[in-house]
């Protein structure tokens, strides 16, 4: 009986210090509940742009009928567009930030945080600022007024200001080419030091033409171009390079927008291969580029020795 006492009155002592300190951390944040909602979007389907600024340079990211396109430029790389609703929908406050350390963190993300902007057509929906300390794992995210919270995703222990940090050429998408088979008008293949290789695939209704070939064989035209409209880097690279490309491949498509021009450097006995497009460079694994890179003759069609086929059947 007296320890069971006992063990009642240490709980009411532990019950009464945690009341106190709740009442002390209610009185800091202005004795209101925080709202662990403040900047997820419940509905994140009719955001069609969010704007990212941080150090003089702007990330645009926008909603095109061909999809997302960062700056009107270049296409949004898919994970990261699955990463970016993720943290518009799901980012949940912890804690405010008050007193000096609130202070020290606006401060910090006034000089090296991002801002950002989220739209649905020419509304703004909401907009805060993003900073942090990445070393720590520590995201925070504030109102326009200067009040910073504690922020994180539920299930994960990451760095989530990071994505808002990360530069331009990073949300380029890995796909090089952004036209369909449908939508192709022609494309070309060039290899300066063996110009017998070189050859056009055009579109001549109902179907496409191969330079040089006569008796074509379809069904490798069609695979073909299927293999060079999902044709992947490995990664986006940020560098520059002023040798001569090995291979220039061009495409021409209905929308002008989706003109492209590859132009690989190396050679084929290295394991990567350098690439660029516009002035964004990408990594390619060799191994990735060998369906594409094809002579005229690939596409011609062969009819099957008969006597061979013959000695088959026996």
Request: include cysteine.
């Amino acid at each position: 009986m007296v320890n069971k006492t006992i063990s009642l009155a240490m709980l009411l002592v532990f019950l009464i210090m945690v009341s106190v300190a709740l009442s002390f951390w209610q009185k800091g944040t202005g004795g209101t509940k925080v709202d662990q909602d403040l900047f997820a979007i419940d509905d994140i389907d009719p955001i069609d742009r969010v704007v990212i600024s941080r150090a003089g340079k702007v990330i645009d990211c926008r909603a095109f009928s061909r999809g997302f396109l960062i700056n009107g430029k270049f296409p949004m790389d898919e994970n990261l567009l699955t990463v970016l609703a993720a943290v518009l929908q799901q980012v949940r406050v912890q804690r405010p930030l008050v007193g000096q350390e609130g202070q020290e963190a606006w401060a910090r993300i006034q000089e090296s945080g991002s801002h950002v902007k989220i739209y649905e057509g020419e509304e703004m929906l909401i907009s805060y600022w993003t900073g942090g300390d990445e070393s720590k794992q520590n995201s925070y995210f504030a109102t326009e007024d200067g009040e910073v919270y504690l922020v994180r995703l539920p299930g994960y222990f990451s760095y989530v200001s990071g994505l808002f940090e990360l530069p331009l050429w990073k949300w380029r998408s890995l796909t090089v080419f952004f036209n369909t088979w449908r939508s192709l008008l022609s494309f070309s293949y060039k290899d300066p030091s063996q110009p017998d290789n070189n050859f056009e695939i055009n579109y001549r209704d109902p179907f496409f033409s191969v330079s040089g070939i006569h008796r074509l064989d379809s069904n490798r035209v069609m695979n073909y171009l299927q293999d060079l409209v999902t044709l992947r880097a490995s990664s986006v690279v940020d560098t520059l390079y002023e040798g001569k490309p090995w291979l220039e491949l061009s495409t021409t498509d209905i929308d002008p927008v989706k003109n492209q021009t590859l132009l690989l450097y190396g050679d084929t006995s290295q394991s990567t291969i350098l690439g660029r497009v516009g002035e964004q460079y990408f990594i390619f694994r060799t191994m990735s580029l060998a369906p594409i890179l094809k002579n005229t003759g690939y596409f011609e069609h062969r009819t099957p020795n008969i006597e061979h086929r013959m000695s088959k059947n026996r």
